[in-house]
Each structure stands twice: as C-alpha cells, then as structure tokens.
C-alpha cells in the first residue's frame, strides 16, 4: 500500500511514525531469517532489476548533477529492488498473490476515498497528478478479475467492489486523459486475451466500465476525451513544452550521451544544460526543465541505451512469464492460477501503455506488477510435484525438506490442499 498507493501521504499519521521504514525492516527481517523462499537472483525479472540497479549505480560518476543520482539511488531505486525482492519472497503459493492483489485494490480505495473527501481528485491528490494516479488506477483494476470470489466473504467483495468504484470515478474526474486511452487498452486485452474468464462476462465488464464513464465522468473531462480525436491542436503535438518535443529532445540527449546517460532523476537537468532549446534561447528567456513524460525515453535518457534494453527485456520476459504459466495452468486445468496470471497480464498491459506518458520507470507500481509476475512463476516450479496421489523419489523428498519415509524408495505425496 506504501510503495503504490503512498498512503503514509495522504495519512499524515502513518508517516509520522515512520510507516515506511517500519514495514520495510520487518519485511527485511522475514526475508532473510523465515523459512520462506527467497528470490532468486537467476530468475529473468530478479535479474533484470539487478541489473537496472547495477547499471544505475555505475552511472552516478558520469551523472550531469552526481548527488542528485546518488540520492535517487539511495532513496528510490535501491529501495524499490529491496520491495521487489520482498515480495517475491513473501510469496508461497497462488493465494499470496491473491492476497496482495486484494490488498492493493484496498490501498486504491483508501486513497481514492481521501481524494474525493478532500474534493481533491481534478488534477491528482496527495504523491500524484492526475495522469500518475491515473497510471497506477489502470494497473490495479484489473487484479479484481484475479481476486473475485462469488462465494468468497460478503464484505471482503463490497469492499474490492467499492474500491474499483471509486478508482474509476477518480480517474474520469481527475483529467487523465492518457489513463483512459490506457484502460481502453487494457479493455481490448481483456476482451481478446483473458480466456480464463467467459467472452460474455469480458465484454460486459467492459460494458460496465463504459456506463461508469458516462455516468462519473464530468463534462469537462468527456470534453477532454472528445478532444483526443483533433490531435493537431493539442499542445503535446506542438508546444515547445509538449510530449512530442520533449521525446525528440530526449532521443537528443540519449544519443549525446548513450553509455551511461545522464544519470538517475537528471532528465530535467538534460532539459536545462544539454538541450539546443535553451542554448538559443535569449538571455534572461525562461525555458522549463520538464519531466521526460514516458517512461521508455526516461531511463534511456537518464541510464542510456543499456539501462533502456534492460528494462524492454525485462516488461517483455514478465509477459511471457506470465502466457506460459497462463498456457501451463489451462492444459492442467487450474482454473484460478490461469486467471491469476491473465489479470496480472492485463494490468502489465495497460500500465505499459500508460507509461508511454507518464515518467514511471522506477515506480512501486510497477515492482508491484514484476514482483506478482515473478513469484506467480516461482510457486509453479514445483507444482507438479504436489499432485494428488503423486509418487516422488526419497532423493526428491530430501530436496523439497520433507522427512525421509523409506516406503519401497518412494514418498507418498497428500492431496495439496493450498492452505498456508
């Protein structure tokens, strides 16, 4: 909830007491001395994201302004591959995945909740714009489709239900017009991808998202919507501080400097010191030193062509991850992790998307998603293994920590009943 959603903001109280650091050392503390799987540093996501910090790390000598990178690294980036690494650890089958989809979506509705009491959701609220929250809004809807349980606590589904409730009325309220074409994109995954729920119900929750939109959503912001379709009058296509120059001066920088970058949280910098946009302007003009506003020229700007291969290697292995385990569990019949693995598909999908306009390259958000993706796959690797009535070797015994039971060198396997 505190890497995501940043409630120790919105509740002042939580950060009073130091909320974050609290649950990070336990998180630490259940990591390296529980008897838990720990992530393992040769699993593709895990790697990658050692590598992303490796990478960053080296770049701090050769960074535009060093103590800002430093202090982004220590800070930031450091911490997000210790939150990573957290929850994958913490992860020991489907459930707890499940569980900290359920808690996410909770997070969402404490957040969303703040925003509307304080009449603060036009514009963003609390650690977000309005295109950031809307970023994260679209990468946590779609964990509903991995949690609902029709049989499940009453309370528990009014609450994840009032959750995506008010999210998405954040969202049509809050101005983001990126985080709408990013559920809309996330809404055409479901409808031709997510084959582990029925065609009828995809398209009816689409449907239903499409009544919430026109029903929450205020008249400045389906104004906002209409306006996509005249996209040569837009600022983003032709001010000096829109999107489109903003990428063009970024391939700039990244070209300038394609090794090392600028370094971590310097694009700004870039923006004041590298770009020919401030050199002609005349003296005493101002000149913004804007965000990079897209997460795939952020860190191939600020880490270089490196650090952006390793992060389109890294969304890339998460999706296939993510298929075969769905692929896997479809040929197995297990129902739910298949639509585990599909809901996280979807909100990787539509946070992708989303981040094309948004500087999240480095976000809890997204750690979350790698986080879910990686320990998913970690609890399949020894799922056949458990199967009913399954037979194994006193060696294979021995390997998975069960007690040696020399029954004609075999172990009898009980039924998983995927309890914790």
């Given at each position: ?39 393992d ?33 220590k ?39 703040q ?10 609220f ?6 950031d929250l ?32 008010l ?23 479901l ?19 499409f009544?919430?939109?026109m ?39 990244m070209?300038q400097r ?12 870039a ?5 020919d946009?401030?050199k ?17 020229v ?22 296939v ?12 019949k ?8 599909q ?9 992708t ?12 958000g ?55």
């Amino acid at each position: 909830m505190m890497y995501v959603w940043k409630l120790h903001v919105v509740f002042p109280i939580l950060s009073t007491i130091k909320i974050v650091l609290i649950l990070t050392i336990l998180g630490s503390y259940f990591l390296i001395t529980k008897q838990r799987r720990r992530p393992d540093p040769g699993e593709p996501i895990m790697k990658l994201s050692l590598l992303i910090g490796l990478w960053a790390a080296f770049s701090i000598p050769f960074a535009l302004y060093g103590a800002l990178a430093f202090g982004e690294f220590k800070d930031g980036h450091a911490r997000l591959v210790l939150y990573l690494a957290i929850i994958i650890g913490s992860i020991r089958t489907p459930s707890d995945v499940q569980f900290l989809m359920r808690v996410t979506i909770i997070g969402g509705l404490l957040y969303t909740f703040q925003a509307i009491r304080f009449g603060a959701v036009v514009g963003g609220f609390g650690a977000y714009d309005a295109n950031d929250l809307g970023t994260v809004i679209v990468a946590t809807v779609p964990f509903i489709i991995g949690v609902w349980n029709k049989k499940g606590n009453l309370l528990l589904n009014l609450a994840l239900v009032a959750g995506v409730f008010l999210m998405l009325f954040s969202l049509f309220n809050g101005g983001s017009r990126a985080g709408f074409l990013a559920l809309l994109v996330g809404g055409i995954y479901l409808i031709f991808f997510v084959s582990s729920i029925k065609k009828s119900l995809r398209i009816g929750m689409v449907a239903v998202g499409f009544v919430a939109l026109m029903t929450l959503a205020s008249a400045e912001y389906l104004e906002d919507i209409k306006s996509l379709t005249d996209v040569g009058s837009d600022y983003n296509t032709s001010a000096e501080s829109g999107r489109i120059e903003i990428w063009k001066r970024g391939f700039g920088y990244m070209m300038q400097r394609p090794i090392a970058g600028v370094g971590l949280a310097n694009f700004p910098v870039a923006e004041g010191t590298l770009s020919d946009a401030v050199k002609n302007k005349a003296v005493g003009v101002g000149f913004k030193w804007s965000a990079a506003h897209n997460s795939f020229v952020q860190i191939g700007v600020e880490l270089g062509v490196p650090g952006l291969l390793f992060f389109l290697t890294r969304q890339g292995a998460a999706m296939v991850i993510l298929h075969r385990i769905a692929g896997r569990a479809r040929k197995s019949k297990n129902h739910e992790v298949r639509r585990i693995a599909q809901a996280i598909s979807c909100a990787l999908v539509a946070f992708t998307f989303a981040a094309l306009f948004v500087s999240h390259a480095y976000t809890g958000g997204l750690y979350l998603l790698l986080g879910l993706a990686a320990g998913l796959a970690a609890t399949q690797k020894g799922a056949p293994k458990f199967a009913a009535n399954r037979k194994v070797s006193v060696a294979a015994g021995r390997k998975m920590g069960l007690p040696p039971l020399p029954v004609g060198g075999q172990l009898a396997m009980p039924r998983q009943t995927g309890t914790r």
